[in-house]
């Protein structure tokens, strides 16, 4: 994986250095830096999800669904101590 991140990083460099030599370059090096950074960026969270899933950490939405079943859960709870007449 870490050669497909030095890859990435010597093409946008590759790409910049065409691109400075060529009229309007500067403009085209920050689009093109800017996309590198996003493919690095894109890659880093996918990295970092993966290994949240390996550690076997919830997903944002299982924590969601999580909270869900405990709200409910309370609210029955809550509603059976009213019917027996407990605070």
């Known amino acids: 994986m870490h050669g497909n991140l030095w890859q990435v990083g010597l093409a946008a460099?590759?790409?910049g250095s065409k691109l400075a030599a060529s009229a309007g370059g500067a403009?085209?090096?920050?689009e093109s830096l800017q996309g590198g950074l996003k493919k690095l960026e894109e890659v880093f969270d996918q990295r970092v999800l993966d290994?949240?899933?390996?550690?076997a950490m919830p997903t944002p939405e299982e924590i969601r669904q999580l909270i869900d079943r405990v709200a409910e859960l309370d609210a029955r709870l809550s509603r059976l101590t009213r019917r027996r007449g407990e605070k």
């Open 13 to 15: 460099l590759s790409r």
């Open 51 to 55: 290994s949240l899933a390996r550690a």
């Open 27 to 30: 403009t085209r090096i920050s």
